[in-house]
């Protein structure tokens, strides 16, 4: 299927590992050029030069913390104005709620709800303009069902869920979309780093977890970062303008509900 957004311009966050990379590399082969940001200078060009050779895409790279002003201002110059925005942030972490402060649900809030937020405000017009925008928030499975200790996520993200519900709304007569893709197991840095907080509280040893979680499974393993790309690749194509506001679980089965 031609996904009819070759040429478009993108700006994926946080791409330069997991979800993110899968995305800016599933759009990329689209022919999308991308700009993709990060922390990590080095990591993020050694990933855009990747998508490079696979794709033959141009890619851009703003290196910088895009929960900050600062971060978000340089992606923006350097992307311009995209047609497609991915929202993406590492997520806080794990713990138990009596040992967070005030400054923990802030820094939580300002990553996972409002950082999104921003980079849509300061998208969204130019996209209603052109009459063409795809944005695609990646969140947790935790917004559908909580997990105890990812409290601070379980929070910040359902924030932001609850927000793009009536904006949606608004947008997607302009052919603006706005949904979100909840990633449920995938296998990256961050689910196995809840292995090790695990670890750090006398579950077990983290790889022990990790191997007996993927075997309980529906699916008998974890996702992959590429499969979660080419959901997020669909939901940005020509073909999904008549979805918005809705929230795609990918978690291979995990939740056990109907609706």
């Known amino acids: 299927m031609d996904l009819g957004i070759a040429g478009k311009t993108a700006l994926v966050c946080a791409a330069s590992k997991g979800l993110g990379k899968g995305c800016a590399m599933a759009l990329a082969a ?11 200078a080095d990591t993020l060009e050694a990933t855009a030069e990747e998508i490079r050779q696979a794709t033959g895409s141009e890619v851009r790279t ?6 900050t002003a600062e971060g978000r201002a340089l992606a923006l110059e350097t992307c311009g ?23 923990d649900w802030i820094k939580a809030i300002d990553a996972n ?5 921003e980079l849509i405000k300061a998208t969204v017009d130019p996209m ?10 990646i969140t ?27 904006v949606a709304r608004v947008t997607v007569r302009d052919n603006v979309t706005i949904n979100g893709l909840l990633p449920g197991p995938f296998d990256t840095d961050r689910l196995r780093g809840n292995f090790k ?6 579950a077990g040893s983290a790889e022990e977890l990790a ?3 993927a075997a309980a499974h529906p699916a008998g393993r974890f996702g992959q970062p590429e499969e979660f790309g080419k959901a997020c690749a669909f939901l940005c194509s020509v073909h999904a303008g008549y979805i918005t506001g809705q929230n795609l679980l990918l978690d291979g089965g995990g939740y056990p509900g109907t609706f």
């Open 81 to 103: 104005s995209p047609d497609i925005l991915v929202n993406n942030a590492g997520g806080p972490p794990p713990g138990n709620f009596r040992d967070w402060t005030r400054d």
């Open 211 to 213: 191997n007996k979680a």
């Open 197 to 202: 907080y695990r670890e750090t509280q006398g």
């Open 30 to 40: 689209e022919g999308v050029n991308v700009t993709i940001t990060a922390r990590s």
């Open 140 to 166: 947790s499975s935790a917004v559908k069902a909580p997990i105890d200790v990812l409290g601070l996520s379980n929070g910040a993200r359902s924030g932001l869920t609850g927000f793009v519900a009536g």
């Open 62 to 67: 703003a290196a910088g913390d895009i929960t």
């Open 113 to 117: 709800m409002l950082t999104a937020i």
């Open 128 to 137: 209603i303009e052109r009459k063409f925008g795809r944005i695609v928030n």
